[in-house]
């Protein structure tokens, strides 16, 4: 099996547009939640939500072409774009054939589908766009991605809810380790915070309506949480073949040394008590990375501020590293970003190669009484200087979705 590495990142979230603001702000504990700002929600349950904030699309996407994307592709070729840039990687001197592009967004163009079918009701068929389907689908994402970079080789879309990107990372991993691919640009992006899908999501019951007090909405592991906080924005990451990276001399991030993923089978939206799924989707990254779970220092939980989630999140960690659960950190970094659904798993990737290589693991912020059922270390409300050699990401989607990525410390 080949070695992989990461030698770039981007993102593009409720508290920051590039990569590096983003993690700034996630040692500082910054909150991006606030009231919705992009549509009218004064007859919504729920009122807030994690919005990209200050960010001019056509800075970085010419306008003609910007106009012919989704928002969740728009944020998904910013940020990946930042990605190849931080790499260093010169697609001249690729072979595009060995270049691919995995994305994961559970939803897709949903704000298009919104648009268009608010056109084909008031005035016709014939005021639908030509651009609406190719606009809405979920595989268009890594389309413009592979076409900005002349990337041709492995080239899809994964949906698998809340668990996509990560599952888009680990199939990108596996790509490399077999010898398919030398580089892939992966990741994920969603632009889900829409009037429809913030309804759906309202009548689900399973957002928080906190709304007079949004910068303490999203609360993972504390006892008084009261459900998610929708998000949207976009993360990749540039992974590599080892040797293909010291070649031409890239930064090293970190290593990726595990990746497994599982389905509970059970229902279309809980996770199954005691949480054995995600239970064996970390088993099997762990076990993919050749340690015991006692060698993993930090896992950036999925953690989504739901009563069940992080019961049972909490309960699968135990299960998998028994006496070593209380000593492994574990905190939820969406207690700040809200949830990007299916961009979740790749912004939180990010998070776990950033802080291996800062040595700073994050906190969970907003957490205020504790719940004596999440027991765990969850790295309460101030981050931490502390070394860190494997960091684990744990990402958990609707349908039963488990998926599980593991970092390492790179070390030639």
């Not at 389309?143 to 949906?159: S, T």
């Not at 229902?267 to 015991?292: N, R, W």
């Amino acid at each position: 099996m080949k070695r992989v590495v990461v030698t770039g990142v981007g993102a593009v979230t409720p508290i920051g547009n590039d990569a590096d603001t983003f993690w700034q702000n996630i040692k500082k504990g910054v909150n991006g939640i606030d009231v919705v700002k992009s549509f009218d929600v004064s007859q919504f349950k729920t009122q807030i939500a994690g919005e990209v904030k200050d960010l001019e699309i056509t800075d970085h996407i010419d306008k003609k072409d910007a106009r012919k994307m989704d928002r969740f592709t728009q944020l998904g070729l910013i940020a990946a774009t930042e990605a190849v840039e931080n790499s260093g990687l010169d697609m001249e001197k690729e072979d595009p054939w060995r270049v691919g592009v995995i994305t994961g967004s559970g939803i897709g163009g949903i704000l298009t589908f919104e648009e268009q079918h608010t056109n084909y009701l008031q005035k016709g068929p014939g005021r639908v766009s030509p651009f609406f389907i190719p606009m809405m689908i979920g595989n268009i994402a890594p389309c413009q991605i592979a076409m900005k970079f002349n990337a041709r080789g492995v080239n899809e879309n994964v949906v698998t809810a809340c668990a996509s990107s990560t599952n888009a990372i680990g199939t990108a991993f596996r790509h490399i380790q077999y010898g398919d691919n030398d580089v892939i640009i992966a990741g994920g992006c969603e632009a889900a915070v829409a009037p429809t899908a913030f309804a759906g999501f309202c009548n689900m019951k399973a957002m928080s309506t906190r709304n007079d007090d949004p910068q303490h909405a999203s609360r993972p592991f504390d006892a008084n949480r009261d459900g998610f906080v929708l998000s949207e924005g976009a993360a990749f990451i540039v992974l590599e073949e080892l040797e293909h990276a010291k070649a031409r001399g890239a930064h090293i991030i970190c290593e990726m040394t595990g990746y497994g993923a599982t389905d509970d089978a059970y229902h279309i939206t809980s996770p199954i008590p005691g949480g054995e799924g995600g239970a064996k989707a970390m088993e099997l990254a762990i076990k993919d990375s050749g340690v015991e779970p006692k060698d993993i220092t930090y896992i950036n939980a999925h953690g989504t501020s739901t009563k069940l989630n992080d019961l049972f999140e909490t309960q699968a960690i135990k299960s998998v590293f028994g006496d070593a659960a209380y000593k492994v950190a574990v905190s939820s970094t969406k207690s700040m970003t809200g949830h990007m659904l299916g961009a979740a798993g790749a912004v939180e990737a990010i998070v776990c190669a950033r802080a291996i290589e800062d040595s700073y693991i994050p906190a969970t912020i907003n957490y205020e009484t504790p719940d004596p059922e999440c027991d765990l270390d969850i790295v309460p409300n101030v981050g931490r200087e502390q070394e860190v050699t494997y960091a684990m990401s744990n990402s958990l989607g609707f349908g039963g979705h488990n998926a599980s990525i593991v970092f390492k410390k790179y070390t030639d």
